[in-house]
């Protein structure tokens, strides 16, 4: 893992709040006591207990703006039995680890949000509605109470970035597959699969198709060999870290509603875990299955965000 993530998994997103110190109940009523501030609100924040960090307008504006998480229909798509169409920001956080970026939420997005950033120890400045804000309180406290846990992220292949368009949408589809990868500025003796777009084994007319690029990409991983697997959903994307004797996976959930009974397989010898849920606190793993070299369980229902520890 480079340096640049290391500097960022314990990273954890920040609420930019300009209504000024009278707005203070509304914020302790939701347990919000970080915030970003403008520069000359820090003193009145500072003496009134808060951990602040100065954020001008103009530092926010410098940011990458990052789009709303959730789903959306696809233009010209109206069959039912497509699958949603989910705005998710992982592959940004993973092309641009060090970057800085932002978020300007509408309600009901700011506990989604934040959960993204969090998952991805993402350096993200969120603006929200102020109507989000017990929900992002809830969303803050969740994220402070889980265990310190840096691991190396897991990639089953990886993905060689040339910086261009085509392969930013690869990459975008690639996430929201679950299939694992990790981006690399030339191919990797330590992958099977080295993806390089416009090779003679990944032409670029092949990758105008992203959906159906990814799909050769799975076949040619495998089921059986992903290190990850998500089954019940559609809108769940997940991320695995692990250092082969522990690990961690982070479940975004992106459709707006709550999920029962998802079931995941992780590849490894992991004999049992500790499940966090946001919302509901800590549970256990469900419908526990240790067979070929892969964990199965179920989570019995989950919101915005669900964090799996496993040993």
């Not at 506990?111 to 350096?123: P, T």
């Not at 992203?210 to 991983?221: C, D, N, S, T, V």
């Not at 290190?227 to 996976?249: C, F, M």
Request: charged share 20%; glycine share 8%; net charge neutral.
């Amino acid at each position: 893992m480079n340096a640049a993530v290391l500097a960022l998994v314990a990273a954890v997103p920040c609420i930019y709040w300009t209504q000024g110190i009278d707005s203070r109940p509304t914020l302790e009523s939701a347990a919000i006591k970080r915030l970003c501030v403008p520069p000359d609100q820090v003193d009145a924040w500072r003496n009134a207990g808060f951990n602040v960090t100065a954020v001008s307008d103009a530092d926010f504006a410098a940011r990458e703006a990052l789009p709303v998480p959730g789903t959306t229909p696809r233009p010209g798509v109206a069959s039912p039995t497509r699958a949603p169409w989910i705005v998710a920001s992982g592959w940004r956080f993973m092309r641009a680890p060090a970057r800085k970026y932002s978020y300007a939420v509408p309600a009901g997005k700011a506990a989604l949000a934040l959960a993204e950033a969090a998952a991805y120890g993402a350096d993200a400045v969120l603006k929200i509605d102020p109507a989000d804000v017990p929900s992002a309180g809830a969303m803050l406290t969740f994220l402070d109470s889980l265990p310190t846990l840096d691991l190396p992220p897991v990639a089953d292949f990886g993905v060689v970035d040339d910086g261009s368009a085509i392969t930013a949408e690869v990459m975008n589809l690639l996430a929201r597959r679950n299939l694992l990868f990790e981006i690399e500025k030339a191919p990797s003796s330590g992958h099977r699969i080295n993806v390089a777009i416009g090779s003679p084994a990944y032409p670029a007319q092949d990758a105008a198709d992203p959906a159906g690029f990814a799909q050769k990409i799975r076949a040619q991983l495998t089921d059986e060999r992903r290190s990850l697997r998500i089954y019940g959903s559609e809108v769940v994307i997940a991320r695995l870290t692990s250092d082969g004797k522990r690990g961690r996976v982070h479940l975004v959930n992106y459709g707006g509603r709550e999920i029962e009974g998802l079931r995941v397989r992780v590849r490894g010898s992991y004999q049992g875990g500790d499940v966090y849920i946001a919302g509901t606190g800590r549970a256990a793993l469900q419908e526990q299955v240790a067979a070929d070299g892969a964990v199965e369980f179920s989570l019995p229902k989950i919101g915005a965000y669900a964090v799996v520890d496993l040993r």
